[in-house]
């Protein structure tokens, strides 16, 4: 059988998608297609990825997209987004555990719901929990290596291996999930009773100043840039002149200057050059190197 079949047997054809527009599986709206797409639950990912290592098939997976440059070429082989399906978030006592595709802002809702403090600097970030213990997210001065205490992973030899917050090696906006080719498939975080009233009160005002500050009414994704040791990456962009800076139909925003804007058909290759040209100007005026928070894939 061919691997279109074969792979119709675990996730049934219906729910296979043929040369899939990634814009709109992207928070940029921005990327080509994607030969394959699924969406596939999380018990179905270690036979996918096992059925693709055979035919020699590549495999890309995303979360909510809402970390992502997709190039205009889009993306070769099998794209799986586990934000659609492999969702499921359960509480018991202190600890949550989630699937790797729950996003984090419904991860943090039902934390908030059972009265668990420890989760509220997520419920505004637009990503899932798999791409948040990937780059180890944060906000408010929490991250996700605060309330982490294990992950299931899929190894790249097929085994499933449940690995400790320290063996995940967190770090500023890392861990080595990428470098060790590992999966996320789900998670248990460990978080602290609280009060409810409290939890809503700091997600709320979380969420106001999100509004007040991120350009959140244009397609982006998200903070462009990581922040460089002693510095703001916005801040930088600002002083350097860079305001409203535009290349295409990317711009950097007027609102926040750490991110980078779709102000309208804006293409991967508009982004990029916008990223080069910041990284640029900063480093000629303060030299200091800015590096792109966002990941890169597909054919650019």
Same mark, same amino acid.
């Given at each position: 059988?061919?691997?279109?079949?074969?792979?119709?047997?675990?996730?049934?054809?219906?729910?296979?998608?043929?040369?899939?527009?990634?814009?709109?599986?992207?928070?940029?709206?921005?990327?080509?297609?994607?030969?394959?797409?699924?969406?596939?639950?999380?018990?179905?990912?270690?036979?996918?990825?096992?059925?693709?290592?055979?035919?020699?098939?590549?495999?890309?997976?995303?979360?909510?997209?809402?970390?992502?440059?997709?190039?205009?070429?889009?993306?070769?082989?099998?794209?799986?987004?586990?934000?659609?399906?492999?969702?499921?978030?359960?509480?018991?006592?202190?600890?949550?555990?989630?699937?790797?595709?729950?996003?984090?802002?419904?991860?943090?809702?039902?934390?908030?719901?059972?009265?668990?403090?420890?989760?509220?600097? =997520?419920?505004?970030?637009?990503? #899932?929990? &798999? %791409? !948040?213990? *990937?780059?180890?997210?944060?906000?408010?001065?929490?991250?996700? +290596?605060?309330?982490?205490?294990?992950?299931?992973?899929?190894?790249?030899?097929?085994?499933?291996?449940?690995?400790?917050?320290?063996?995940?090696?967190?770090?500023?906006?890392?861990?080595?999930?990428?470098?060790?080719?590992?999966?996320?498939?789900?998670?248990?975080?460990?978080?602290?009773?609280?009060?409810?009233?409290?939890?809503?009160?700091?997600?709320?005002?979380?969420?106001?100043?999100?509004?007040?500050?991120?350009?959140?009414?244009?397609?982006?994704?998200?903070?462009?840039?990581?922040?460089?040791?002693?510095?703001?990456?916005?801040?930088?962009?600002?002083? =350097?002149?860079?305001?409203?800076? #535009?290349? &295409? %139909? !990317?711009? *950097?925003?007027?609102?926040?200057?750490?991110?980078?804007?779709? +102000?309208?058909?804006?293409?991967?290759?508009?982004?990029?050059?916008?990223?080069?040209?910041?990284?640029?100007?900063?480093?000629?005026?303060?030299?200091?190197?800015?590096?792109?928070?966002?990941?890169?894939?597909?054919?650019?």
């Amino acid at each position: 059988m061919s691997f279109y079949d074969e792979l119709a047997q675990i996730v049934s054809a219906q729910n296979i998608a043929l040369n899939e527009p990634m814009k709109r599986h992207t928070t940029f709206r921005i990327g080509g297609n994607a030969d394959m797409f699924v969406c596939p639950k999380t018990s179905q990912i270690p036979d996918i990825i096992a059925l693709a290592g055979r035919h020699n098939v590549p495999v890309t997976i995303i979360g909510n997209g809402s970390n992502l440059l997709v190039g205009d070429k889009g993306i070769r082989g099998l794209v799986l987004a586990i934000s659609k399906s492999a969702d499921r978030i359960e509480v018991s006592g202190n600890c949550l555990m989630a699937d790797a595709g729950a996003l984090l802002s419904k991860t943090a809702a039902e934390a908030a719901k059972s009265s668990l403090t420890g989760l509220e600097f =997520a419920a505004g970030i637009p990503g #899932t929990l &798999g %791409g !948040a213990i *990937v780059m180890n997210a944060g906000a408010y001065g929490g991250e996700m +290596k605060d309330v982490i205490t294990t992950a299931r992973v899929l190894a790249p030899d097929g085994e499933v291996l449940t690995l400790t917050a320290d063996a995940l090696e967190f770090s500023y906006r890392h861990s080595c999930i990428l470098e060790k080719g590992y999966i996320v498939l789900d998670a248990v975080l460990e978080l602290k009773k609280g009060e409810a009233d409290q939890i809503r009160e700091t997600m709320e005002d979380y969420r106001k100043r999100r509004i007040e500050k991120q350009p959140l009414e244009y397609p982006s994704a998200g903070s462009t840039f990581k922040r460089p040791e002693g510095y703001f990456a916005g801040k930088l962009i600002q002083d =350097a002149g860079l305001r409203g800076y #535009t290349v &295409g %139909g !990317a711009q *950097v925003s007027g609102k926040h200057c750490g991110f980078v804007i779709n +102000k309208g058909n804006a293409t991967a290759q508009d982004v990029l050059a916008l990223i080069e040209d910041v990284k640029q100007k900063v480093y000629e005026k303060f030299q200091v190197e800015l590096e792109p928070e966002v990941k890169m894939m597909g054919e650019f």
